[in-house]
């Protein structure tokens, strides 16, 4: 709580340094904006006090970051790293792939549409909430982010990937107690393992893995009702309900609130989406013959030493495939894309270029993080009748013009009703007039071509092969 009450008092004395310092003279005398914003706060008193609420939980959790990090050895941070790349999108790529092409191709597609929907969940409260993660100093992060905290991507997919698996394996095959345990430790340890991972590399409060865990549960627990419709959906053999799914999967991109240069949030659920629509439109290729192209289905009863060739003949000969198709794609969708850009006198930049001038740590929680209060200064004029009072506040003279339009006047159960539309409108107004991120389009492109292959045309190259 200390480092919360530092941050009231270090609000005042910012408001006034910029007062004296860093604002220009104008005719009202408004200063500088100190604050950190974030698209919640768009949405009136209630947004603000819940984004306050939640940093003063993720501040709260310092002292066990910092208990955590005096047991920090050498061998453990190894141990530890190795946990937390469990739970990234290149691990997550090359389970998707394994479960496609070797065990159970319906478990693969299902699982590469779930975690799109865990990326795009992340993304979209990241982006949304704008909170820090753990302060630095005290705390010494052990690994760069360029992404804002809470939830945590590690946690929300550590919940939703493993314990998929696990249920999945449980309503689909029939395994002995033994085979069920040993399946059941070692979901346990996954997921458990991925969590911890992230406190021990200070990269993540408790507040962030705890949020990124109930969300996960909760999604997890709507996907499970759904599953079946999904793939029975994506399954017909007519291109119309994949058109209509991947219409709605662009709508959904429009949703997402819009993130500052550098954060990979966005582009990270765009080349989620773009995994997705390669599994929807491969999906909707396949032929009743080639309908099974897991390994274990193709060629039921293999022995061991057989199924182990096969298997690292697929892995091979498919990894080889995905990568000269993500190299030809990029290189002729990047030039497509740059010269399209150009035409149309859009200013463009690239992100992950971007990320590379950007500081390692610049999402901490450090003392220059301010929130805006929860109730602005032209909201507190309005209760109070002595307007003289007011010309020591950080935002200057207010005309009662002024105050008759300041949004925390509006009743405050409307701000609900209209944040869906606002955020849509705001987003794509401040998408139209900044510069755009190249890297956006071309990794959809890019990763719907990798993923269609891998889903449809890979395959169909490991049958006539006969492996």
Request: glycine residues 8%; contains cysteine; hydrophobic residues 45%.
């Amino acid at each position: 709580m200390s480092l919360r009450s530092g941050t009231l008092s270090l609000q005042e004395e910012l408001c006034q340094r910029s007062n004296s310092e860093n604002c220009e003279s104008s005719g009202k005398g408004k200063c500088c904006d100190p604050y950190v914003h974030a698209p919640i706060d768009n949405f009136g008193v209630a947004g603000r006090w819940f984004r306050h609420k939640l940093l003063d939980g993720i501040l709260v959790g310092t002292p066990v970051l910092l208990t955590i990090q005096e047991h920090r050895r050498p061998y453990l941070t190894t141990f530890m790293k190795a946990l937390s790349f469990l739970g990234t999108e290149d691990f997550y790529t090359i389970l998707f792939l394994l479960l496609s092409w070797i065990f159970d191709a319906r478990l693969g597609r299902l699982f590469g549409i779930l975690m799109g929907i865990g990326f795009y969940t992340t993304g979209y409260l990241k982006t949304l909430l704008c909170l820090p993660r753990p302060p630095r100093p005290p705390v010494v992060p052990l690994e760069k982010a360029f992404d804002w905290a809470l939830p945590s991507h590690h946690s929300l997919l550590g919940v939703i990937m493993p314990w998929y698996i696990w249920l999945y394996t449980k309503l689909h095959y029939e395994l002995s107690t033994l085979e069920m345990g040993v399946v059941c430790t070692l979901i346990v340890l996954w997921s458990f393992g991925v969590l911890f991972s992230r406190l021990y590399l200070g990269v993540h409060s408790p507040a962030d893995i705890v949020c990124g865990g109930i969300v996960g549960v909760l999604v997890l627990s709507l996907w499970m009702q759904v599953d079946d419709y999904v793939d029975l959906y994506i399954s017909q053999q007519r291109l119309e309900p994949q058109i209509q799914l991947i219409l709605f999967f662009l709508f959904l991109l429009c949703l997402h609130p819009v993130a500052e240069p550098g954060n990979p949030s966005f582009c990270d659920t765009c080349i989620l989406f773009g995994v997705v629509t390669g599994i929807v439109l491969g999906r909707s290729q396949r032929s009743r013959l080639l309908g099974m192209s897991g390994l274990l289905e193709t060629h039921p009863g293999l022995d061991f030493i057989t199924f182990t060739q096969f298997t690292l003949s697929r892995v091979v000969i498919g990894g080889i495939c995905m990568l000269v198709t993500k190299a030809i794609t990029k290189l002729v969708i990047k030039a497509v894309v740059i010269n399209v850009f150009n035409l149309a006198g859009v200013s463009t930049y690239s992100s992950s270029v971007h990320r590379k001038t950007l500081p390692q740590h610049s999402k901490h929680y450090t003392r220059d993080f301010i929130l805006p209060p929860i109730r602005s200064a032209k909201a507190k004029l309005d209760d109070d009748d002595d307007t003289a009072s007011t010309t020591s506040s950080c935002q200057g003279d207010v005309t009662p013009d002024d105050r008759k339009s300041s949004p925390d006047d509006e009743d405050p159960r409307s701000w609900f009703s209209w944040m869906v539309i606002c955020n849509t409108v705001l987003g794509l107004a401040s998408r139209s007039k900044a510069a755009w991120d190249s890297d956006v389009p071309i990794q959809i492109v890019v990763y719907t071509a990798i993923s269609f292959a891998s889903v449809e045309l890979i395959p169909r190259l490991f049958y006539a092969m006969g492996i």
